[in-house]
């Protein structure tokens, strides 16, 4: 077979469809999922007679790389000021906390981190 005929092979031009078609195809499924019609999630003021009910409970949970002790204290007093301006009985606050990347096991800032 000489080349042209190998550049129109129905397997070759499938396979060049398949990535435009692939993406059509997620545009029409992103489309149809943002359009469809949600539940109204309640608003702040739905809360504020009554408070946050056992139904909506939620956690909110801050990320944080713990690099060294002024950063857990500082993150920590965020974490106070966040509890303190919203205080509610079924509003909860946590720090999800992870040590910085190392090529050691344990790193002596991890120790100074972990004993305060």
Request: glycine share 4%.
């Amino acid at each position: 077979m000489s080349a042209r005929t190998d550049a129109l092979d129905p397997a070759v031009i499938a396979r060049l469809l398949l990535i435009p078609v692939s993406q059509l195809a997620l545009e029409v499924l992103n489309y149809l999922g943002y359009a469809a019609p949600s539940a109204p999630s309640p608003s702040k003021d739905e809360f504020k007679v009554s408070g946050i009910p056992d139904a909506f409970r939620t956690l909110v949970v801050v990320p944080v790389f713990l690099a060294d002790p002024e950063t857990i204290r500082a993150e920590v007093e965020k974490l106070e000021i966040r509890y303190l301006a919203n205080k509610e009985g079924n509003l909860l606050f946590g720090l999800f906390t992870d040590y910085t990347d190392s090529d050691q096991r344990i790193v002596r800032t991890m120790k100074d981190c972990s004993r305060r």
